[in-house]
């Protein structure tokens, strides 16, 4: 009996062991539970190799760095353009073309484009200003302009040097796409005025028939830069170049000017500069001893009513040199509507066109190479984005066909030669390379 008792009570604490570490009953039920929080410890891990590789796409790799755009939140660009002034009806003739074409284009990948006007002002010193305080902002990702060359020079080193996009619908002066001063960051859609100075010295030696010519700049790069290129085209063909002068923009009393020039005996005075100073040689030039029957002729720095306004009846039968307007294509006809639609007027100076060709060239470009996110925020390379532009080749647009050369020349142009007929600039010749 105690030898069948020991037994009995060996087993029992042998079965009370099992039931205590979990018995036969209970392993299928656990063998499940294990189951399901593999399962979920499996879709945590391809959840978050998704976030990371999500993660990875909006990783700044560029070499000077990107410009972070937060879901919902705008893309920002910026123009630069002389909008008040004497020389204001170029600038914001321009500014127009900028509005219609961000109008246009509308939204990338979700984000509203935003635009912050700046006034270079049509000086060195209005560039300088202009392109500190688009510097300063690192959520702009390009700008438009400038409108002149004299504030282009100043303004390009100081947005290049953030890395910032630059393109000008009508700086001409060769300097800025010189590959020995050129910035790394700046494009244009305006010609280079190695083109229109050729073309303006073709058009007087060769239609007009004239052979002795003076000419007159500021000293800005833009007129002197023209000025310079039309005496030594005009040289080559044959022609002679009886003064080169250079007269402050801001002068008030060009007569002594003149009368020098006069006793060259030129037959025809050219003055690429702007309106204040163009004007005012205009009217003088009527007054001067010596000048009578001698041809005026100046280019698109002036090339607005208001020059036309300040000079009167002494601008009519004058010259300008400038870029050829007549674009024959479906595009430009919308803009024209849009433009008086918006504006209540049709275009007031040369490079509307080539502001909306620019604009359409940089928004095409960030669409080009900008990385969005999952959550819609976007990441944009500074410099993916000048390599965008400076690839941009056989780009159709309303003032041709856009292809960048490897010195951010991009226009494709034209000149034409217009005459002041009827209070009115009228075409009278085109000249392309």
Known sequence: MKRISWLTLLMLLLALALVACGGSGDTEPEADTGDTDTAAETDTDAEEADTSEEAAELTCDDAIGCVEVAAGDPIIIASALVITGPNESLGLDSQHGVEIAIEQRGEIAGHAVE??????????????????????????????????????????????????????????????????????????????????????????????????????????????????????????????????????????????????????GPEIIYYPVFIPLGSLITKTAKEIDGLEGVVLAAADGVQSPDFIEASGDAAAGMYVSGPDLGFGNDIYTTFLETYQTNYGSEPTAPFHAHAYDATMMLLNAIESVAQVGADGSMLIGRQALLDAIGSTSGMEGITGTISCDENGDCADPKIAVSQVQDGAFSSVWSYEP
């Open 115 to 264: 635009l912050q006007a700046e006034d270079e002002g049509c000086s060195a010193e209005g560039g300088q200003t202009a392109g500190q305080k688009i510097a300063s902002n690192p959520d702009i990702v390009g700008v438009i302009g400038t409108s002149c060359s004299g504030a282009g020079v100043p303004m390009s080193q100081i947005v290049c040097a953030e890395g910032i996009a630059m393109i000008s619908p009508s700086n001409t002066a060769p300097v800025l796409t010189d590959p020995a001063s050129r910035q790394s960051c700046y494009f244009r859609t305006a010609h280079n005025d190695k083109v229109q100075g050729r073309a303006m010295a073709e058009y007087v030696f060769n239609e007009l028939g004239l052979t002795k010519a003076a000419a007159i700049h500021d000293g800005d790069p833009y007129t002197e830069g023209l000025a310079s290129v039309f005496r030594d085209s005009f040289i080559e063909l044959g022609g002679e170049v009886v003064a080169f002068e250079a007269e402050a923009a801001d002068a008030t009393n060009v007569e002594p000017l003149l009368t020098s020039i006069a006793a060259a």
